[in-house]
């Protein structure tokens, strides 16, 4: 059982908004456990970043070719610089397809 100081409601921003990132990309099924291990490195840089305040890039539990994405940063300026252009060419070779969507979110 989770106690309340397990369970963390909320979270501190910087600003007035939050930016969330969710959705799904779709890969090669007998590629996806490369595509999630170089992703690796982008989750570490993120999670090191103070401005991120969660980064997911996982296996979904039912489809085989899909990988669940879901960020959530302190604002739209601190997500833009992060992600730059992109994924590289290593990584983007390996996407089939995406639906990932942002929303701000007022605090």
């Known amino acids: 059982m989770l106690t309340d100081d397990a369970l963390r409601i909320g979270f501190e921003t910087k600003g007035n908004n939050v930016i969330i990132v969710a959705g799904h990309l779709v890969v090669d099924k007998d590629r996806r456990d490369e595509f999630l291990e170089k992703s690796k490195d982008a989750v570490v840089a993120a999670r090191e970043n103070s401005d991120c305040f969660d980064f997911n890039v996982t296996a979904d539990l039912v489809t085989q070719d899909r990988v669940c994405i879901y960020e ?3 604002d739209q300026d601190s997500l833009n610089s992060f992600r730059g252009n992109g994924p590289g ?3 983007s070779s390996l996407i089939l397809s ?3 969507n ?3 979110v007022k605090n």
Request: aromatic residues 16%.
């Open 72 to 74: 959530r940063w302190n």
């Open 89 to 91: 060419e290593d990584l």
């Open 98 to 100: 995406a639906e990932i």
């Open 102 to 104: 942002e929303f701000e």
